[in-house]
């Protein structure tokens, strides 16, 4: 896979951004920024969820409907969705109508509920350290991590559902907790705290959770 793309606007950016407007806007402002609010992270671990075995841009554009559908991705509202609640998502034409996956993302509304310490400090103490470098084409990107395996056996030790390592791991990607764009690409690297972890998930001094980027 290659590793760059330069844009009708002369930007170089990875080269998977370039097949469609939603994509590029993705790409450029959202993907790989750092998300440490709860409802900001329960909305990722949804979406990619709702993603697997589709597109993504199929998710993109429904995004808003998504949004509209599930209170805004807000813990509390969607914790508290109940049957009448999987019949109208059911039913909703806009989103992706999946009743696996509606019932699992009300699910783990009530497990991310149920943490003392929120979603963001659960998901934020398995992010690695900084890479020294950025990968040099999208080939080296791996498909899970021990640290995504570790988070997604820790998910679901705390009863979450639809989040294996992979799901776990684009989690990741688009959250922040990893930089996944690749040499070259003019998005600059996020800055953050060095919260890393080991794979067990211990949090490590540095991870206080901060504001989710706008």
């Not at 370039?18 to 609010?37: I, K, L, M």
Request: charged share 25%; aromatic share 8%.
């Amino acid at each position: 896979m290659g590793a760059l793309l330069i844009g009708v606007d002369g930007k170089a950016r990875c080269s998977w951004a370039g097949s469609a407007p939603e994509y590029v806007a993705y790409h450029d402002e959202e993907w790989g920024q750092p998300v440490r609010d709860d409802d900001g992270l329960f909305e990722r671990i949804t979406l990619e969820a709702f993603q697997s075995g589709l597109s993504w841009i199929t998710i993109l554009r429904k995004r808003e409907a998504f949004r509209d559908a599930f209170a805004g991705f807000s813990i509390e509202a969607v914790a508290r969705f109940g049957d009448r609640d999987v019949a109208r998502l059911l039913a909703d034409e806009r989103i992706v109508r999946n009743r696996a996956k509606i019932e699992a993302a009300i699910v783990n509304a009530r497990a991310a509920a149920a943490l003392a310490d929120g979603l963001a400090a659960l998901v934020w103490s398995f992010a690695p350290p900084p890479r020294p470098r950025r990968p040099a084409a999208e080939d080296e990107l791996p498909a899970y991590t021990p640290e995504s395996i570790a988070l997604a056996k820790e998910l679901k030790r705390r009863g979450f559902r639809f989040v294996g390592p992979t799901t776990a791991y684009a989690t990741m990607q688009a959250a922040g907790l990893v930089d996944d764009h690749v040499e070259g690409c003019h998005v600059p690297a996020p800055r953050r705290a060095p919260t890393g972890a080991v794979a067990g998930g211990i949090r490590r001094p540095g991870a206080a959770s901060g504001e989710r980027r706008a």
